[in-house]
């Protein structure tokens, strides 16, 4: 491949991305790299430009870098200055180096549904149930199952191995004093480009559905219980818990192995930190983190 760094420009404008370049009007690259092992003509990101290795200088690499602000020394170097270096260089990579692989049905994939997009891929030794509903570009990989009540956004991915739509963990005591199976009713709804990792689980809802929102991203080993409601563009780290009916507002983080008991909400672009224990509410904006979760700042 042989990418002018024109083409890189435009795709940032078209993207409506804020940077300025400068260098040379005709560097091309021909891969990317990191900044620990750079190649010539490879397209490379620092966080601060203050960060760029001895190497960088050190012979006639012709790199275009990605850093946070253009380069003030005496060497020439080709930099996209922008506020967001990291959201930019994937971006690129995204554009112009990413490949998925095609789509196709796996023959031992075992699908019911009538309701599945003709593009959508479905991985060997998945399992779709018959009341499934997945949308336009979404992909299953493999061993997955999908059961029930269950509706799947577009451009959605979900990882190897997990479960959605299974029954939540539920129970009352009978008049008898014994343990009885609360009935499930709900399902699962997953708007679009919505990420499920591998081996994450989403149970149904009892009386309504499980909700995951537009954007949102489900990191793998994550567990997201009945009735449970999940804004939009939030993330979920690996190892999560999120109890029957908790709500998250929009774009909220919540870090691995974070526990979030029944009930609870939390307001919009909160952040639960690492290993926290939620009980209690949380406000729009709120840092909390600890055993049990506590207050510790406003994000900014």
């Given at each position: 491949m042989q990418l002018p760094v024109s083409r890189l420009l435009e795709s940032l404008s078209e993207d409506q991305y804020e940077f300025q370049y400068a260098g040379s009007p005709t560097a091309v690259v021909h891969g990317?790299?990191?900044v620990s092992g750079l190649r010539a003509q490879n397209l490379t990101w620092v966080r601060s430009i203050d960060a760029l290795p001895d190497a960088v200088f050190a012979g006639e690499l012709d790199l275009v870098i990605v850093a946070d602000r253009p380069y003030s020394g005496e060497s020439q170097l080709n930099v996209i200055a922008t506020p967001t270096p990291r959201a930019v260089f994937f971006s690129l990579l995204k554009a112009?180096?990413?490949?998925?692989?095609?789509?196709?049905?796996?023959?031992?994939?075992t699908v019911l549904s009538p309701r599945i997009a003709a593009d959508v891929h479905i991985g060997y030794n998945s399992f779709i149930g018959p009341d499934v509903v997945i949308g336009a570009r979404t992909?299953?990989?493999?061993?997955?199952?999908?059961?029930?009540?269950?509706?799947?956004?577009?451009?959605?991915?979900?990882?190897?191995?997990?479960?959605i739509g299974a029954p939540g963990f539920g129970y009352f005591?009978?008049?008898?004093?014994?343990?009885?199976?609360?009935?499930?009713?709900?399902?699962?709804?997953?708007?679009?480009?919505v990420y499920v990792g591998a081996n994450a689980c989403i149970s149904q809802g009892t009386l309504t559905d499980t909700i995951i929102g537009d954007d949102s991203k489900i990191d793998m080993l994550a567990y997201i219980a009945h009735?449970?409601?999940?804004?939009?563009?939030?993330?979920?780290i690996g190892n999560s818990m999120l109890s029957g009916s908790v709500q998250l507002s929009d774009r909220v983080w919540v870090a691995p192995g974070?526990?979030?008991?029944?009930?609870?909400?939390v307001g919009r672009n909160a952040l639960i930190g690492v290993g926290a224990a939620v009980t209690q509410n949380?406000?729009?904006n709120a840092v909390v983190a600890g055993v049990p979760a506590r207050f510790l700042r406003n994000r900014g």
């Open positions: 990317f790299c990191p112009f180096f990413a490949q998925a692989s095609p789509a196709f049905v796996a023959p031992n994939a992909r299953i990989e493999n061993n997955v199952t999908i059961d029930g009540e269950v509706t799947i956004g577009e451009d959605c991915l979900i990882g190897s191995g997990a479960v005591d009978d008049a008898q004093g014994r343990l009885q199976k609360i009935p499930d009713f709900g399902g699962v709804t997953i708007g679009d480009r009735n449970v409601v999940v804004g939009r563009e939030c993330l979920v974070a526990t979030l008991s029944d009930h609870v909400e949380v406000a729009d």
